[in-house]
């Protein structure tokens, strides 16, 4: 028989909760899902947990462990140390129903906005053609699971629960993308779509998603990137908050309009800022963009006005993952409104 | 104690929301139904997106000799000859319009040179017919239909302003009780998993497709999702199953590490040279050709070993023997006391390929060995044993309408959870085209169903109280056993009794253990509240697990000869007689009732697709002569 572990289990619901201690028998090349079902099996059989597939095919077992959103039945226990304490948390991002479930419905009602696949008029079923090279690309997007662990994990929604409305999140921008490189889609505004209705412009390529994502999907660099590249309205872009980063706001109000010049100064300033900062941000900085001003020549209002438009992370108050888990203050966000 | 119940009005209830369960959704919203799916767990999450090799259509993309009277022959071949004929001949032609219909959904499969669909060679298909996208069909396929309900939910949205207006999903929601009017369906009584409120479905028709029974084995490659619920709602509302003694076993499950025992090794990595040892390192598959096969496999590991690159002038390595054989080999290896530490055979390609050749070849299962197991398949062998995989018995349904088939009225089954399309055995692949041939029909044929009913059937508030009361139950008691320790038990009498090889003594005594776990279960308790209490939702599903298992139990008892998914070690051979034959269980009062029931005889123009030699391995002597009749009229 294995070994005792210690494990710290988040139970609670809407009203609250805390952390509760377990000491639970650990066998060879068990992961954290086995875990979870000897509690239930040995100790305390309401213990609430999704799981369907238990080998990261469905994207059922979503959860944090140790402050990583990550997949419970992907994570084999003998990553840890022998005397090493697992705490396992709900998601943080959305809220909780009991224990390690949360209502994830915000995902839903995400996808439910996101414009679907049109059929392209003139070809009837059978007679579709399609390269492989063509359709890789967005066949690469279909991979995902819907785990929402890069939903969890944005840090536009994380801790900011406000931006949810406007907010799709990594998961549907993924959605946009793939509908967008779809080689028969007869739909063409997929990326305007994305900047203006899902919110594209608040992501700042922090890249969070893409490293918790169990499938790999390349979720900045291959979706999220190529369409702010190539989007026409550019709105919201973080480009253009780094800008007003760089020149004081009262400097905009008064300019106006920030001169093309000037924003090819703050691109070299602006790398070096985010190097200070601890920017995850490998690779080549876009091309600079004009400020997205009105028909005024001044910057919308709630651009000005706002608090952080584009959410915390990455130059200010950023979080770094894992959290390390003795600092681990769990409070979930609840009763909160849908987006 | 009073207890508020949700109401909801439907025309038609899908309880299901795997391929099966969307596709039917999806069809009666077009018939202009208003539709509910309602679903065990989160949408988009069913079983379906675990089946990882393709969906079979007979498209002739790849080879264009195939057509679905190609597929229609080896569909009959896999099950034995014991498939309901017209649901396999449905299931051949209508499989490739399916999957193109998915295209327009959104859909994007793997694709040839010139721009076609690409199709895989398979075990048991002629030519390569699996529709797939790498090993992640079933996720493709289940989440364009979920995609595809979406859309016309923003079809609805525009019209109606609501995206629930015609087409709701109802996820984490248990259907615990069928409610009838007289013999007709009136409606579907449930909880939602995560508040532990009831819920009512009032409809007229109902659609099953609840999946599997796999949950009943401990191991197994299905999930907890399978507990043959479906199975068990249909008997309680007087329909019949057919076919319950076959289930499926895949011989090479992963058997270590324990968290993912019977989670599957595909059968390529022996197609690709990989070989079966006992813990003495033999190779022990040579011992068990049986004599059927003598001449089509090889006998030294000489010759086995030149077929992989010389397969016209060579035998084939006995590795490669029908899952069924496979299965049973490596079980008596076990049981003989040869099997690997976890309790297992070594599965190896390690010492048979090099790695960057293995790497290439099978990169998810290196892929998979490696995060779960932390084993480099390159350098040391897999362990394997069988799981529990598919059952092919289930709900007895009309071919053509999917309706379920006994005393009930209004209730329609699709995909894993009806039974007769499989036979005996189910093909690699047929499942996922089944899914939605069926799915589709059921969804049709549920719509058309409510047009032509006079008066809308009630459920009768005294139906409604005992299904509360029986819900409720397990919660109240607190001197009961605990569920997971039942299921543990039960799991024990299926696997130990009910496995994969099955002597008369021992099905006997399986009955007796399901009857001393049925009054067991009748007194389960489970700890704890009604919001999301995993312990209550197992104590409920468990007399669904329990009625399944007796109907699997009696059927194999009953059977007396070995064909398919059903191997009686005292009955070793196929028995033409047995072909003839349906077992058809129903519920007597809360007893199962077993009936022998004769199979349709096939068409003469679907007969005649078969040539003698191949179908006097099947007939009866009878049979034969009739076949023989025909081919003599046709020389006229
Ligand atoms: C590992 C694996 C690999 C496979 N590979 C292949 C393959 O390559 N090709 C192939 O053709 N087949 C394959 N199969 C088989 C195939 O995947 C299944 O047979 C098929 O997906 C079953 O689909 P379904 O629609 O009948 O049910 P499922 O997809 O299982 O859906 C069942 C639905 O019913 C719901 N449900 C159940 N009970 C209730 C209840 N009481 N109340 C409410 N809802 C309920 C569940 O929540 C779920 O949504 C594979 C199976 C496994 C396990
Ligand atoms: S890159 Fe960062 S900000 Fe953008 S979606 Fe991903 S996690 Fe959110
Ligand atoms: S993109 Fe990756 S992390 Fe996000 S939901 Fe899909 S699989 Fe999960
Ligand atoms: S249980 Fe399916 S991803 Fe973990």
């Given amino acids: 028989m294995g070994a005792k572990r210690r494990f710290k289990i988040w139970r609670g619901d809407q009203a609250g909760g805390d952390l509760k201690d377990y000491d639970v028998e650990v066998n060879d090349g068990e992961v954290v899902l086995d875990v979870i079902h000897r509690l239930q099996a040995t100790q305390t059989p309401d213990l609430a947990c999704r799981w369907n597939c238990k080998a990261g095919k469905c994207g059922s077992c979503s959860m944090e462990i140790n402050g990583t959103p990550r997949l419970g039945c992907m994570t084999r226990m003998s990553t840890f140390a022998e005397d090493e304490t697992v705490t396992v948390t709900p998601l943080r991002a959305?809220?909780?129903?009991?224990?390690?479930?949360?209502?994830?419905?915000?995902?839903?009602?995400?996808?439910?906005?996101?414009?679907?696949?049109a059929p392209p008029a003139d070809l009837a079923p059978g007679e579709y053609r399609m390269q492989q090279v063509d359709v890789e690309r967005s066949q690469e997007f279909r991979k995902c699971i819907e785990c929402f662990l890069c939903q969890n994990t944005c840090h536009v929604v994380r801790d900011h629960e406000e931006n949810k409305k406007a907010f799709a999140g990594p998961r549907y921008f993924i959605r946009a993308a793939e509908l967008d490189m779809h080689p028969l889609d007869a739909q063409e505004d997929r990326k305007e779509f994305a900047q203006a209705s899902m919110g594209m412009g608040y992501c700042n390529i922090t890249k969070c998603c893409t490293e918790v994502c169990p499938e790999h999907i390349k979720i900045t660099d291959n979706a999220i990137i190529p369409m702010k590249e190539r989007v026409v309205d550019r709105r919201y872009d973080p480009l253009v908050w780094l800008g007003r980063k760089i020149f004081r706001r009262d400097q905009l109000d008064g300019a106006g309009q920030v001169p093309a010049t000037a924003l090819v100064g703050a691109r070299t300033e602006g790398s070096e800022v985010a190097q200070h900062h601890g920017l995850n941000w490998h690779r080549e900085i876009p091309q600079p963009q004009a400020a997205p001003v009105d028909e005024t020549g001044r910057l919308p209002i709630s651009e000005i006005t706002a608090d952080r438009p584009g959410g915390p992370s990455p130059f200010g108050d950023d979080q770094t993952f894992p959290l390390p888990p003795e600092g681990l203050n769990y409070a979930h966000p609840s009763g909160t409104e849908q987006g | 104690m009073t207890t508020r119940i949700e109401r909801h009005h439907y025309d038609v209830v899908v309880i299901g929301a795997g391929g099966a369960g969307l596709r039917a959704a999806i069809e009666a919203r077009l018939a202009g139904k208003k539709t509910a799916i309602i679903s065990k767990s989160l949408f988009g999450k069913a079983h379906t997106v675990m089946a990882e090799g393709g969906a079979a259509a007979a498209m002739g993309n790849v080879n264009s000799r195939d057509n679905w009277m190609v597929h229609y022959r080896d569909t009959m071949r896999g099950g034995k000859?014991?498939?309901?004929?017209?649901m396999a001949e449905l299931h051949a032609k209508e499989a490739p319009s399916r999957i193109w219909e998915l295209e327009t959904y959104g859909a994007l499969f793997d694709r040839t040179k010139d721009g076609k669909i690409s199709q895989r060679n398979f075990g048991g298909h002629e030519y390569p017919r699996l529709a797939h996208v790498g090993d992640r069909t079933g996720l493709e396929l289940i989440r364009t239909l979920q995609q595809k309900i979406v859309s016309l939910q923003q079809e609805d949205k525009a019209a109606t302003g609501s995206y629930d207006s015609r087409i709701r999903v109802f996820a984490e929601t248990t259907i615990t009780e069928l409610l009838l009017d007289g013999d007709k369906v009136a409606g579907a009584f449930g909880y939602y998993r995560e508040t532990g409120e009831f819920v009512l479905f009032e409809a007229p028709a109902v659609v099953l497709a609840t999946g599997g029974v796999g949950r009943s084995y401990k191991v197994t490659s299905n999930s907890w999702e399978y507990t043959g619920d479906g199975h068990a709602l249909a008997l309680r509302a007087g329909a019949t199953l057919?076919?319950?003694?076959?289930?499926?076993?895949?011989?090479?499950?992963?058997?270590?590490?324990?968290?993912?025992?019977?989670?599957?090794?595909?059968?390529?990595?022996?197609?690709?040279?990989?070989?079966?040892?006992?813990s003495t390192g033999k190779r022990f598959m040579f011992e068990y050709v049986p004599d059927v096969f003598r001449k089509q496999y090889a006998e030294t590991e000489e010759e086995a070993d030149r077929w992989y690159t010389d397969p016209d002038n060579n035998r084939r390595p006995p590795e490669l023997l029908p899952r069924d054989e496979v299965a049973r080999a490596i079980n008596n290896e076990v049981k003989e006391g040869r099997g690997s530490p976890s309790g297992g055979v070594f599965l190896d390609v390690s010492t048979r390929l090099p790695a960057e050749e293995i790497k290439k070849r099978l990169p998810s299962m290196h892929h998979q060995f490696k995060e779960l197991a932390g084993v480099d398949i390159t350098r040391e062998p897999m362990e394997v044993g069988p799981t529990c995989?598919?059952?092919?018995?289930?709900?007895?349904?009309?071919?053509?309408?999917?309706?379920?088939?006994?005393?009930?009225q209004g209730l329609f089954a699709a995909g894993e959870v009806s039974?007769?399309?499989?036979?005996?055995?189910?093909?690699?692949?047929?499942?996922?085209?089944?899914?939605?041939?069926?799915?589709?029909?059921?969804g049709e044929h549920a719509s058309s169903?409510?047009?032509?009913?006079?008066?809308?059937?009630?459920?009768?508030?005294?139906?409604?109280?005992?299904?509360?009361?029986?819900?409720?139950?397990?919660?109240?008691?607190?001197?009961?056993?605990?569920?997971?320790?039942?299921?543990?038990?039960?799991?024990?009498?299926?696997?130990?009794?009910?496995?994969?090889?099955?002597?008369?003594?021992?099905?006997?005594?399986?009955?007796?253990?399901?009857?001393?776990?049925?009054?067991?279960?009748?007194?389960?308790?489970a700890a704890g509240g009604r919001r999301y209490n995993p312990g209550w939702h197992l104590a409920l599903d468990l007399r669904n697990m329990l009625v399944v298992s007796e109907c699997t139990a009696k059927a194999a008892l009953e059977r007396e000869e070995s064909r398919g998914g059903h191997t009686r070690e005292d009955f070793p051979a196929m028995r033409p007689e047995w072909r003839q034959v349906n077992l058809v269980c129903s519920l007597d009062g809360d007893k199962v009732r077993l009936e022998h029931k004769p199979l349709p005889r096939m068409r003469p123009e679907l007969i005649k697709l078969f040539d003698r030699a191949e179908l006097a391995k099947y007939l009866t002597d009878e049979e034969l002569a009739e076949y023989d009749a025909l081919a003599e009229e046709a020389a006229k």
């Avoid at chain 1, 224990?99 to 995400?110: A, E, G, P, R």
């Avoid at chain 2, 076959?246 to 022996?270: A, D, N």
């Avoid at chain 2, 039974?419 to 059921?442: E, I, T, Y």
Wanted: glycine share 10%; hydrophobic share 40%.
């Fill in chain 1, 94 to 117: 959305f809220p909780v129903v009991r224990d390690l479930v949360t209502d994830v419905s915000f995902n839903y009602d995400k996808a439910r906005q996101t414009p679907a696949f």
């Fill in chain 2, 81 to 86: 000859f014991l498939n309901n004929f017209r």
């Fill in chain 2, 242 to 278: 057919i076919n319950m003694e076959f289930l499926q076993f895949h011989p090479t499950g992963m058997v270590w590490p324990p968290s993912v025992k019977g989670i599957l090794v595909t059968e390529s990595v022996r197609g690709d040279g990989g070989v079966l040892k006992n």
């Fill in chain 2, 389 to 408: 995989h598919y059952v092919m018995g289930g709900v007895e349904v009309d071919p053509d309408t999917a309706a379920a088939s006994g005393t009930v």
């Fill in chain 2, 419 to 442: 039974g007769g399309m499989h036979g005996s055995n189910r093909l690699g692949g047929n499942s996922l085209s089944d899914l939605l041939v069926f799915g589709k029909r059921a």
């Fill in chain 2, 449 to 525: 169903y409510t047009d032509v009913l006079a008066t809308r059937p009630r459920v009768s508030q005294a139906d409604l109280d005992a299904a509360v009361a029986t819900a409720l139950a397990p919660l109240e008691r607190n001197d009961g056993e605990n569920p997971y320790t039942l299921q543990q038990d039960l799991q024990a009498v299926m696997g130990d009794l009910v496995g994969i090889i099955r002597r008369k003594g021992e099905l006997e005594e399986s009955l007796v253990r399901l009857a001393e776990l049925r009054e067991r279960v009748s007194k389960v308790s």
